[in-house]
């Protein structure tokens, strides 16, 4: 829709945001995995899936 836009953010609001089981958004997760590689490493978007999926929500620090 014409009335979504992509905005900046660190990477683990972008992370928390493609895991986000409230409110899925397949666009985001589609446009988020295409251009991860300009501003990240594969390795590094591992790591911070997997503690996504290892600390409770609302836990993961900003920072980490």
Same mark, same amino acid.
């Given at each position: /829709?014409?009335?979504?836009? $992509? +905005?900046?953010? @660190?990477?683990? %609001?972008?992370? #928390?945001?493609?895991? %986000?089981?409230? @409110? /899925?958004?397949?666009? !985001?997760? =589609?446009? $988020? !995995?295409? *251009? &991860? @590689? @300009?501003? =990240? *490493? /594969?390795?590094?978007?591992? &790591? +911070? ?6 600390? /409770?929500?609302? +836990? #993961?620090?900003?920072?980490?």
């Amino acid at each position: /829709p014409a009335d979504q836009a $992509f +905005k900046p953010g @660190t990477l683990n %609001n972008l992370i #928390m945001r493609v895991v %986000n089981d409230n @409110t /899925p958004d397949q666009l !985001f997760a =589609t446009v $988020f !995995f295409d *251009t &991860y @590689t @300009t501003f =990240t *490493t /594969p390795e590094e978007v591992l &790591y +911070k899936l997997i503690q996504a999926f290892n600390v /409770p929500r609302g +836990k #993961m620090s900003v920072n980490d």
